[in-house]
């Protein structure tokens, strides 16, 4: 069964702090990774692809450790419009063209 | 920003009945999905569509499903006698030729009562 494990937390953080999610997934054979946001009620909104190499885009940070099965997801400087659910995904093929494999998500709620 | 529209937004059911969600993927958009959320729990993937076929679908995707794209805009999925359990949110998606990441729909919410 292929499954994408995360913990649900919820993390609750200050303005300014920094968090990180963590996340495995259970199929070698998945070649991307993904992490998406879902606010309450709302559909799923790609944030960012996660590549081995490591990737960044303003104050979020991806990492992915094949060996491990491991994924990443840093936030830094928080902001109260980052509270919502963070999705881990996979997919077992190159790309997106193919079923992904969600998590059940990490909750963060960053207070003032 | 291209949208995906799903209609409606919340449609609700009696047991046995027969539904059908609509979808408008992006247009120049090819691979197309269905996914449901029940509520509280994670994101799972129904059935994936390609040039005119599923081309891939999961084990809840049974007989009780199908798949259609009548017009080559609507995208629709139908259940065909709905039970309680298939009470939750339906995400429609698209995804364009060599793109990375879905477009996801804003999603119908079924209550089957």
């Known amino acids: 069964r292929k499954e994408v494990e995360q913990d649900p937390g919820p993390f609750n953080v200050p303005e300014g702090a920094t968090v990180a999610f963590n996340c495995t997934y259970s199929n070698s054979a998945s070649q991307s990774f993904f992490w998406y946001r879902q606010d309450c009620r709302k559909e799923p909104k790609l944030l960012m692809s996660v590549y081995s190499s490591g990737n960044e885009d303003g104050r979020f940070t991806a990492q992915l450790n094949r060996a491990s099965q491991y994924i990443s997801l840093l936030i830094r400087d928080s902001k109260l419009s980052d509270s919502a659910t963070y999705l881990c995904?996979?997919?077992?093929?190159?790309?997106?063209?193919?079923?992904?494999?969600f998590g059940k998500g990490t909750k963060l709620s960053v207070k003032p | 920003e291209p949208e995906v529209t799903q209609t409606p937004s919340h449609q609700v059911t009696q047991m046995g009945q027969e539904v059908i969600l609509r979808c408008v993927p992006i247009?120049?958009?090819?691979?197309f999905y269905w996914y449901r959320q029940i509520l509280g729990q994670k994101v799972e993937f129904l059935v994936s569509?390609?040039?005119?076929?599923?081309?891939?679908k999961s084990e809840i995707f049974d007989d009780q499903f199908s798949v259609e794209r009548p017009d080559g805009s609507n995208f629709t999925l139908k259940i065909r006698s709905t039970k309680l359990e298939d009470s939750a949110m339906y995400f429609c998606?698209?995804?364009?030729?060599?793109?990375?990441?879905?477009?996801f729909g804003s999603g119908t919410r079924l209550t089957v009562v």
């Open positions: 995904v996979a997919n077992e093929k190159g790309g997106s063209q193919g079923n992904l494999i």
């Open positions: 247009s120049n958009h090819l691979y």
């Open positions: 569509f390609y040039n005119n076929e599923i081309s891939e």
């Open positions: 998606a698209s995804e364009g030729q060599g793109d990375y990441g879905y477009t």
